[in-house]
């Protein structure tokens, strides 16, 4: 997790040892969620050849350690994305876990510019 004032900070020279690109991930996770606020919290997750930094608003609570419990079949079978890996109680609520890696791929391939056609040949870049 990092704090940032400004978007360009992930992308200085320097900043990284690769490539970061930053993503909205409220919009990623509901397109309704379209907040006015300027980010200022980035969840940094490592990929192969690149960074994702996911820009949230705020960060409530940080859960370390807590026993999950897998999603049931139910409620799997009726997501959008596959990218919940199960539930955990946590202050008398249930939370949903994601993957986060899950979802930055996922974000990395949807992007435009995550594809180059060379030649016949597809090519997908970015993980």
């Known amino acids: 997790m990092r704090l940032i004032a400004d978007r360009a900070q992930l992308r200085a020279p320097g900043a990284f040892d690769r490539p970061c690109l930053d993503i909205e991930l409220g919009p990623l996770l509901d397109p309704a969620d379209q ?26 609570t940080f859960v ?3 026993a999950a419990e897998p999603l049931p079949p139910l409620l799997s079978e009726h997501l959008q994305q596959p990218w919940s890996i199960g539930v955990l109680r946590h202050s008398g609520q249930l939370v ?24 016949s040949t597809p090519y997908v870049s970015g993980i």
């Open 64 to 66: 370390d350690a807590e």
């Open 35 to 60: 907040s006015t606020k300027q980010r200022r919290h980035a969840l940094v997750v490592p990929l192969r050849r690149r960074y994702v930094a996911f820009l949230v608003d705020t960060i409530d």
């Open 96 to 119: 949903v876990l994601l993957d986060i890696v899950a979802i930055a791929r996922s974000a990395v391939l949807s992007l435009p510019s995550a594809t180059d056609n060379k030649g």
